[in-house]
C-alpha cells in the first residue's frame, strides 16, 4: 500500500491526509469545493510547522511529507491509482453510500475502501457497494495527529484480508488500532456519547457548572478532556446527530438527546468551529 487518497478537507479529511503524508504514503486530499480544499491543505501545513516549531517535528520530514501531498478537486482524478480511500465526509447515510458507490466506479478494482464513520453501520454503508468484502470503517479521533487511537470496524462481508490491512495501516500510521465489530457506535462513540449527553443533562439540572462537570472527569477520573469541552471540539451538530442515530438504531434512552443539546445547536452554538458552545471560545482565543 503506497498511494492514500482522503475524501474530504474538513477536520478529520485534513488530519488524515497530515499523517499518511508523513507516515511515506502518496496522499491525495479530495474536495470539490475547493476553498474547502484550500483551507484544508493551509491548516495542515500550519499544523506541521506549528509542529516544527515546538520541536515535535523535523524541519525535513515536513518538506518530505508536504511533497507526498496533493489537492485534487476531481473525484475520479483523485480516486484513479489508489491503494486505499478514506472517505470522511459529514455522518450522513445517504451522503456516504452516494458517494462510495462513486469511488467504486471510479477507483482500482482492488483498492480498499474505508469510512471515517463515528457511528453509521458498516454493513449498512458496504450494502451499497458491489464488493462490501472490500470495505471497512477507519475511525480516527481528532486532532489526528495526536491522537493515538483508531477503530478498525468490520462489517459481517469485510474480508479478514482487508481486516489486517486496515490494522497494518494504523499501525504505519503511529497508531494504536482496536479491532470492533460493526455495532451502532461502535466503541468509543457508545462510550462517549453516553458520558457527554449525560453531562449535559447534570449541566440542564444545576448540579455543576460546565467548567466543574469537566473538571470531574478530569481530576476524578483522569480523563485528558471533560466530556462537555470534547464536546465543543467535537461539534454539538455531530453529537447530536450521533446522539439521534443512537437512539434511533438501540433504542436506549440513555442516548436520547437532552434539550439544552438540541437548543444550543438551533442558535448556532455549535462549539469551538462556531466560537460558542458550552465554552466561549470567542473569548479564549
Not at 478537507?9 to 491525495?28: E, N, Q, R
Not at 488500532?177 to 462513540?189: E, M, N, R, T, Y
Amino acid at each position: 500500500m503506497r498511494r492514500i487518497t482522503v475524501i474530504g478537507a474538513g477536520t478529520m479529511g485534513h488530519g488524515i491526509a497530515h499523517v499518511a503524508c508523513l507516515a511515506g504514503y502518496d496522499t491525495i486530499l479530495q474536495d470539490a469545493r475547493v476553498p474547502a480544499l484550500e483551507s484544508g491543505l493551509t491548516r495542515i501545513r500550519s499544523s506541521m510547522e506549528k509542529g516544527v516549531s515546538l520541536g515535535k517535528l523535523e524541519l525535513e520530514s515536513m518538506e518530505e511529507g508536504l511533497r507526498r501531498l496533493r489537492g485534487v478537486a476531481d473525484l475520479a482524478e483523485a480516486v484513479e491509482n489508489a491503494d486505499l480511500v478514506v472517505e470522511a465526509i459529514p455522518e450522513s447515510m445517504e451522503l456516504k453510500t452516494g458517494l462510495l458507490q462513486a469511488i467504486e466506479a471510479a477507483a482500482p478494482r482492488d483498492a480498499i475502501l474505508a469510512s471515517n464513520t463515528s457511528s453509521l453501520s458498516i454493513d449498512a454503508l458496504g450494502s451499497a457497494l458491489e464488493s462490501p468484502e472490500r470495505f471497512l470503517g477507519l475511525h480516527f479521533f481528532n486532532p489526528v495527529h495526536i491522537m493515538a487511537l483508531v477503530e478498525v470496524v468490520h462489517g459481517p462481508r469485510t474480508s479478514v484480508v482487508v481486516r489486517e490491512q486496515g490494522l497494518e495501516f494504523a499501525r504505519s500510521l503511529g497508531k494504536e488500532p482496536i479491532l470492533v465489530k460493526d455495532s451502532p457506535g461502535f466503541a468509543s462513540s457508545r462510550l462517549g456519547v453516553v458520558l457527554g449527553l449525560e453531562a449535559m443533562r447534570m449541566l440542564e439540572e444545576g448540579v455543576a457548572s460546565a467548567a466543574d462537570i469537566d473538571r470531574a472527569m478530569e481530576l476524578g477520573y483522569r480523563h485528558p478532556m471533560g466530556p462537555l469541552r470534547l464536546t465543543d471540539l467535537v461539534g454539538l451538530d455531530v453529537r447530536l446527530g450521533i446522539a439521534r442515530y443512537l437512539h434511533e438504531t438501540l433504542g436506549a434512552e440513555h442516548f436520547r438527546p437532552p434539550a439544552i443539546l438540541q437548543r444550543l445547536v438551533d442558535q448556532g452554538r455549535l462549539g469551538r468551529k462556531s466560537g460558542r458552545g458550552f465554552y466561549d471560545w470567542e473569548e479564549s482565543t
